[in-house]
């Protein structure tokens, strides 16, 4: 019995872990991001989200940004495009369990193979900072999640908000 409690505990935290969002960062080291305090979106987004996905997205990008003191302009110092697509990721590992037992020497055992890991479907966001005045990509960030397309809108939403919030806890990137 206390096995099965362990196992049950292990597989929660797996995918617990399956379901986090996963960040990827790169931008122009040569860039002063101190100069830009304006942004608007590229008027031709095709982000490959739904329409209600994608006005959850931006609200939730509005809101970070604004937070951190940049604010939406007709003429900015940056544009933002967005790029997404989903994709179905095959499990990587697997957890065996076995029972085994010996008697006279002789040794058998039952074991079998439990599939760990998110093999569901995935979303990719991707989020390009572009100089407005260079027209030059600045900042670039990639994120993966778990994506549920039956998902109720407010898991909808806070899904998108965690991603938004991984995503831009690293900008703009400390100066080293």
């Not at 969002?21 to 991001?33: G, M, S």
């Not at 074991?111 to 569901?120: H, L, R």
């Not at 390009?128 to 397309?149: C, H, N, P, T």
Request: with cysteine.
């Amino acid at each position: 019995m206390l096995e099965m409690r362990y196992l049950f505990i292990i597989a929660a935290f797996v995918f617990c872990a399956c379901s986090s969002v996963r960040v990827n960062y790169d931008y122009d080291k040569a860039t002063d991001f101190s100069s830009y305090t304006t942004y608007n979106y590229f008027s031709d987004i095709e982000s490959g989200l739904s329409q209600l996905d994608e006005r959850r997205l931006l609200r939730a990008l509005d809101s970070t940004l604004q937070s951190k003191g940049y604010l939406l302009a007709e003429e900015p110092d940056f544009y933002i495009n967005i790029l997404s697509n989903e994709f179905r990721n095959a499990p990587n590992n697997a957890v065996g369990v076995g029972i085994g037992g010996t008697g006279r020497n002789v040794g058998g055992g039952v074991s079998f193979g439990v599939p760990v890991g998110n093999s569901g479907i995935q979303r990719r966001i991707q989020f390009d900072f572009v100089d407005a005045q260079k027209d030059a990509l600045f900042w670039q960030a990639s994120s993966e999640s778990g994506y549920r397309e039956n998902a109720s809108p407010s898991v909808r939403n806070q899904r998108l908000k965690a991603v938004v919030k991984k995503v831009f806890s690293k900008f703009p990137p400390d100066r080293k």
